[in-house]
């Protein structure tokens, strides 16, 4: 089936889906009407569509998910991605096995490569989200030193699931590792038998591959694993519901045709469609929002937690919620680049004459920042040691404060147990995020590696019965007090500093001590030309706003085709910039407070 064309696939599944109850508009096509050229996948018009109009219905037969898998299996419990990703696996194991199998129509529509995260190489990972908040997770699930915790996981969690479905429920009945055809192929039964020694019978060979772990191991089924996480990541939905029932199945939901779908947030002119689910049979219902131009993509928000809701109590919606860019590209592996520059323009290349409100980004979710309380802690650490305190002391007598009445005291050169309790209660990573960059949290912080031992055995009853009592909230009034709100600030502004400093990244033609091939070579000649490097083979980023969001900008205009590479550093970039406005935008917050005194 890997040879059939796009429209064939399309065919194929467009029939399927009717012989089981389904519809699809008859206006719908694959591709463009006007070319069959895959590279813009989506689905278009072949006709005027009139508002109201239904597009597509599928049954709830026809949707592949996890629901009617077991939730439990021994001790444990099984998540709903668990049990779609063990469905999503049978149904391609029975594929090897049976040609006219339900689910191959769909199977044979999903794409052979997906736009993912994990699909980048360790390099782009380190360079296009440096500094990131994604790169911190994401790396540490592909590359360790004893193998990638994404494996680990595959180990500890889905192969005794598996295990369990094959034990108990027949599932994957018949699998076996072709050692010598490849890592991850699973042999066709002719191919089996072929391997097959005829003189060993059924019992002897059971007992011999329990023996040696092949089957047990299930290691050729990581690759599929890994396929499979990236098809339910970037192509299920999951069901928002009025119910109160936590058992109810809302999923993750695989949707054959309805996944060909290309994204639009939801207030762009390109989203003409929500997807429902019908009350009266379950079927999943998409249906046009407005009018449908000949010609025109039908798109929908794959993030419409925020905007398609007028049918929200009659008809509840399937909705991943208000995503930011940086969880759009860990989603679903794309970034909406147009509704950034849009936003990041208004905060980077704001005139004298903006306002303040000018400068906020409308309606956007912007990708927060994350700091460590560990960086945090030890940046508060450097500055206790630093002649800042001393400094502050004499700039207070000099301005008479101390005769007022304001205080200073000598640092603790120690972390108390009182102290370390204190900030054992607060979260170890601290958002930033755009709207409200300020948090008590990261004053709390601060004002803890500060305050002398005795205040804070004042501000926290070490009561181990009530731990409760054992946290406070640090508001930015803290900042009132001179000499602990000049520590405050001048610390936050040195942990700033040394955050910015981590988005600096480069890339150059020899990477990771390997010759560039020629796709990295002639992406990095023409990345150097956007930032007009005129020498060497390395180019820059991540230190000037402005000019990258101008690169940004140059990118997504250029009418020339992008290629992959260049794709990854816009979404990459994006990430960077966004999480660096809301870090400029608490610079900002503080800089307006250190001027009040």
Same mark, same amino acid.
């Given at each position: 089936?890997?040879?059939?064309?796009?429209?064939?696939? =399309?065919?194929?599944?467009?029939?399927?889906?009717?012989?089981?109850?389904?519809?699809?508009?008859? &206006?719908?096509?694959?591709?463009?009407?006007?070319?069959?050229?895959?590279?813009?996948?989506?689905?278009?018009?072949?006709?005027?569509?009139?508002?109201? /109009? =239904?597009?597509?219905?599928?049954?709830? *037969?026809?949707?592949?998910?996890?629901?009617?898998?077991?939730?439990?299996?021994?001790?444990?419990?099984?998540?709903?991605?668990?049990?779609?990703?063990?469905?999503?696996?049978?149904?391609?194991?029975?594929?090897?096995?049976?040609?006219?199998?339900?689910?191959?129509?769909?199977?044979?529509?999903?794409?052979?490569?997906?736009?993912?995260?994990?699909?980048?190489?360790?390099?782009?990972?380190?360079?296009?989200?440096?500094?990131?908040?994604? %790169?911190?997770?994401?790396?540490?699930?592909?590359?360790?030193?004893?193998?990638?915790?994404?494996?680990?996981?595959?180990?500890?969690?889905?192969?005794?699931?598996?295990?369990?479905? *094959?034990?108990?429920?027949?599932?994957?009945?018949?699998? *076996?590792?072709?050692?010598?055809?490849?890592?991850?192929?699973?042999?066709?039964?002719?191919?089996?038998?072929?391997?097959?020694?005829?003189?060993?019978?059924?019992? &002897?060979?059971?007992?011999?591959?329990?023996?040696?772990?092949?089957?047990?191991?299930?290691?050729?089924?990581?690759?599929?694993?890994?396929?499979? @996480?990236?098809?339910?990541?970037?192509?299920?939905?999951?069901?928002?519901?009025?119910?109160?029932?936590?058992? /109810?199945?809302?999923?993750?939901?695989?949707?054959?045709?309805?996944?060909?779908?290309?994204?639009?947030?939801?207030?762009?002119?390109?989203?003409?469609?929500?997807?429902?689910?019908?009350?009266? #049979?379950?079927?999943?219902?998409?249906?046009?929002?407005?009018?449908?131009?000949?010609?025109?993509?039908?798109?929908?928000?794959?993030?419409?937690?925020?905007?398609?809701?007028?049918? *929200?109590?009659?008809?509840?919606?399937?909705?991943?919620?208000?995503?930011?860019?940086?969880?759009?590209?860990?989603?679903?592996?794309?970034?909406?680049?147009?509704?950034?520059?849009?936003?990041?323009?208004?905060?980077?290349?704001? #005139? =004298?004459?903006? &306002?303040?409100?000018?400068?906020?980004?409308?309606?956007?979710?912007?990708?927060?920042?994350?700091?460590?309380?560990?960086? !945090?802690?030890?940046?508060?650490? /450097?500055?206790?040691? %630093?002649?800042?305190?001393?400094?502050?002391?004499?700039?207070?007598?000099?301005?008479?404060?101390?005769?007022?009445?304001?205080?200073?005291?000598?640092?603790?050169?120690?972390?108390?147990?009182?102290?370390?309790?204190?900030?054992?209660?607060?979260?170890?990573?601290?958002?930033?995020?755009? =709207?409200?960059?300020?948090?008590?949290?990261? !004053?709390?912080?601060?004002?803890?590696?500060?305050?002398?031992?005795?205040?804070?055995?004042?501000?926290?009853?070490?009561?181990?019965?009530?731990?409760?009592?054992?946290?406070?909230?640090?508001?930015?009034?803290?900042?009132?007090?001179?000499?602990?709100?000049?520590?405050?600030?001048?610390?936050?502004?040195?942990?700033?500093?040394?955050?910015?400093?981590?988005?600096?990244?480069?890339?150059?033609?020899?990477?990771?001590?390997?010759? @560039?091939?020629?796709?990295?070579?002639?992406?990095?000649?023409?990345?150097?030309?956007?930032?007009?490097?005129?020498?060497?083979?390395?180019?820059?980023?991540?230190?000037?706003?402005?000019?990258?969001?101008?690169?940004?900008?140059?990118?997504?205009?250029?009418?020339?085709?992008?290629?992959?590479?260049?794709?990854?550093?816009?979404?990459?970039?994006?990430?960077?910039?966004?999480?660096?406005?809301?870090?400029?935008?608490?610079?900002?917050?503080?800089?307006?407070?250190?001027?009040?005194?």
């Amino acid at each position: 089936m890997d040879g059939l064309k796009e429209q064939d696939k =399309e065919t194929n599944l467009r029939q399927w889906i009717l012989q089981n109850g389904g519809n699809i508009h008859k &206006s719908l096509t694959l591709c463009t009407p006007q070319s069959l050229d895959d590279s813009k996948r989506g689905i278009f018009t072949l006709s005027k569509i009139n508002k109201g /109009e =239904e597009l597509i219905r599928l049954p709830d *037969k026809c949707a592949l998910s996890g629901k009617s898998l077991p939730d439990r299996y021994e001790d444990r419990n099984a998540s709903p991605w668990l049990r779609c990703l063990a469905s999503l696996l049978q149904a391609r194991h029975l594929r090897n096995y049976d040609s006219s199998e339900g689910m191959n129509s769909y199977l044979d529509s999903l794409p052979s490569t997906y736009e993912s995260l994990l699909n980048w190489e360790s390099w782009e990972l380190r360079s296009y989200l440096a500094g990131t908040a994604l %790169s911190s997770f994401v790396l540490p699930e592909l590359e360790t030193n004893d193998g990638n915790n994404m494996h680990k996981r595959y180990q500890s969690t889905v192969v005794p699931y598996l295990k369990y479905l *094959k034990q108990h429920h027949g599932l994957f009945a018949q699998m *076996k590792v072709d050692k010598n055809d490849g890592a991850g192929s699973i042999l066709k039964p002719e191919a089996k038998r072929q391997r097959r020694n005829d003189d060993e019978d059924k019992d &002897s060979r059971r007992q011999r591959i329990n023996d040696d772990g092949e089957e047990d191991n299930m290691d050729y089924l990581y690759e599929p694993f890994r396929q499979g @996480c990236m098809c339910i990541s970037t192509r299920a939905f999951h069901m928002q519901t009025t119910s109160n029932d936590e058992a /109810e199945y809302r999923g993750p939901y695989l949707l054959p045709y309805i996944d060909l779908l290309n994204h639009a947030p939801p207030n762009s002119p390109k989203h003409v469609t929500t997807l429902q689910r019908d009350p009266s #049979d379950g079927s999943f219902v998409m249906c046009a929002n407005r009018d449908i131009e000949k010609g025109e993509e039908v798109c929908h928000s794959y993030d419409s937690g925020g905007a398609d809701r007028e049918n *929200k109590e009659s008809q509840p919606e399937m909705t991943s919620g208000s995503l930011n860019s940086a969880q759009l590209l860990q989603t679903f592996g794309f970034v909406d680049i147009n509704g950034a520059i849009n936003s990041l323009s208004k905060v980077f290349c704001k #005139d =004298e004459s903006s &306002s303040s409100d000018d400068s906020k980004p409308c309606n956007y979710n912007m990708t927060p920042a994350v700091l460590t309380k560990d960086d !945090i802690c030890r940046i508060c650490h /450097e500055v206790s040691l %630093s002649t800042y305190p001393s400094t502050l002391r004499t700039s207070m007598e000099n301005m008479g404060l101390i005769d007022e009445g304001w205080e200073h005291w000598e640092l603790e050169s120690d972390t108390s147990a009182s102290r370390q309790k204190a900030l054992d209660h607060l979260p170890d990573e601290i958002l930033i995020t755009f =709207e409200s960059p300020l948090s008590d949290d990261i !004053i709390t912080i601060c004002s803890l590696n500060f305050l002398p031992n005795d205040a804070i055995d004042d501000l926290f009853t070490q009561d181990d019965e009530s731990p409760e009592q054992n946290s406070v909230q640090l508001s930015d009034e803290v900042l009132e007090d001179y000499f602990l709100g000049k520590l405050v600030l001048r610390s936050i502004m040195e942990v700033i500093k040394e955050k910015m400093k981590s988005y600096h990244a480069s890339v150059s033609e020899d990477v990771d001590g390997t010759t @560039c091939t020629n796709d990295k070579s002639a992406f990095v000649k023409f990345m150097q030309g956007m930032y007009k490097v005129t020498n060497g083979s390395t180019f820059c980023w991540g230190e000037k706003e402005v000019e990258d969001l101008t690169v940004l900008t140059g990118l997504n205009d250029s009418s020339d085709k992008q290629t992959d590479l260049v794709t990854k550093f816009m979404y990459g970039l994006t990430v960077s910039l966004e999480e660096r406005a809301c870090l400029l935008q608490l610079k900002s917050r503080f800089e307006q407070v250190n001027t009040i005194r």
